[in-house]
């Protein structure tokens, strides 16, 4: 389908003058229509401004003004706080700077790592045998036959463990573990006598 | 625009507000004519096209001569103002959204012929055949065909993309043929 393009209208002559043919069957503009829009204009329309008006490039400069003063206003303001609170925020940035040297140390290590690979991967790809001619021309050696692995020890069996033998008790020792105390307890109670003899209670009461 | 409208504009510009009798004067005709075809009502045509003027005269110094000719802007405005009117009534003018309709195959030579021809008969039923286009259809022809405006002009005038209005005028056009054609 062809695309209608400017240079039609200077074609399609017949179609024009039926177009200019339907225009003229189309009612006449009233008479009047001139006068009643120049009379609207006087009477009711406000004459159209060359320019903006003055008074809103005036509201436009004040309110500019007003926020600048609010911007300049604002930190004189701040002097006034202690010093305190200033300092503070000081010390706290130091410290991550020293924390953070280690990650960026850490960080270095692979990327130079990548650089001494990556180059050789893609600079250098290694050719073929057919394509180097070095080795194409060499004559293939015969291949060692694989000699066999010397045979596998089997595994012993484990021996059966031996019976834990019962331990010997007196009856008048009926709780053996308890008599001696571990370190951490040995520890704890002698914390705890000390305790007493500095709040003025003795451990042999 | 020629240089006697600028001057003109300038002298509105300059306070002179009589010198708008001279811009109504031209282009009521083309503005009436146009708004007559959309609304097939006098009275509602003879409204919007004051609107149109009051509205173009408000917005003199909007005008950029840069960016095109006055009728163009004019008829821009006309158009805006008809499709405000008619959103009011509730009916929406489908310019923007008009159908695509399938139109079977046609010789592009044939149909160039066929609009080239000097047959008065043929005028006579091209002519009745417009009548029945959608308004909006007439539109573009109107456009295109009687006011010489270019694709860009109508473009500016409609919103539709200049691509888009080449693309409409030809259906129409192939329409056309294809309902004459047999007659």
Request: net charge positive; proline share 10%; aromatic share 6%.
């Amino acid at each position: 389908m062809t695309t209608i393009n400017d240079n039609h209208q200077h074609q399609d002559r017949l179609l024009r003058k039926a177009i200019g043919r339907y225009h003229g069957s189309l009612p006449h503009t009233p008479s009047d229509m001139e006068t009643d829009i120049m009379r609207r204009i006087a009477t009711t329309v406000k004459p159209p401004a060359k320019h903006r008006p003055i008074w809103r490039y005036a509201v436009v400069a004040a309110a500019a003004a007003m926020l600048l003063l609010i911007v300049a206003i604002r930190p004189t303001s701040s002097e006034d706080k202690p010093e305190v609170a200033v300092v503070k925020p000081k010390a706290t940035l130091v410290k991550p700077n020293v924390s953070l040297a280690k990650p960026k140390a850490s960080l270095v290590e692979p990327k130079a790592e990548v650089a001494r690979t990556a180059p050789k991967k893609a600079s250098q790809p290694q050719p073929t045998l057919a394509q180097n001619p070095a080795v194409a021309n060499q004559p293939i050696k015969p291949i060692k036959p694989i000699e066999p692995t010397k045979p596998i020890k089997p595994i012993e069996p484990l021996k059966p463990a031996k019976p834990i033998e019962p331990v010997h008790t007196t009856p008048s020792d009926p709780i053996p573990a308890a008599a001696e105390p571990s370190a951490p307890q040995s520890l704890l109670a002698a914390n705890h006598d000390r305790m007493l003899d500095k709040m003025g209670i003795y451990a042999n009461y | 625009m020629n240089t006697n409208e600028t001057d003109i504009i300038s002298r509105i510009l300059g306070g002179e507000h009589d010198a708008f009798r001279y811009l109504v004067r031209t282009y009521q005709d083309r503005v009436f004519a146009l708004m007559v075809d959309l609304t097939g009502d006098t009275d509602k045509a003879r409204e919007v096209t004051q609107e149109t003027f009051i509205r173009a005269y408000t917005h003199l110094p909007d005008y950029d001569a840069s960016r095109g000719s006055f009728s163009t802007w004019l008829l821009a405005i006309a158009f805006n103002e008809m499709r405000q009117e008619l959103r009011k009534l509730r009916h929406i003018p489908p310019l923007l959204h008009l159908d695509d309709h399938t139109v079977e195959p046609a010789d592009d030579a044939a149909i160039d012929a066929f609009f080239d021809s000097p047959d008065e008969e043929r005028l006579k039923q091209l002519a009745q055949a417009l009548a029945t286009l959608p308004p909006e259809e007439r539109l573009l022809l109107n456009l295109f065909y009687y006011e010489d405006l270019s694709l860009k002009e109508i473009s500016d005038i409609t919103g539709m993309k200049a691509g888009t209005v080449a693309t409409r005028l030809s259906r129409i056009r192939r329409r056309l043929y294809l309902r004459l054609k047999n007659k």
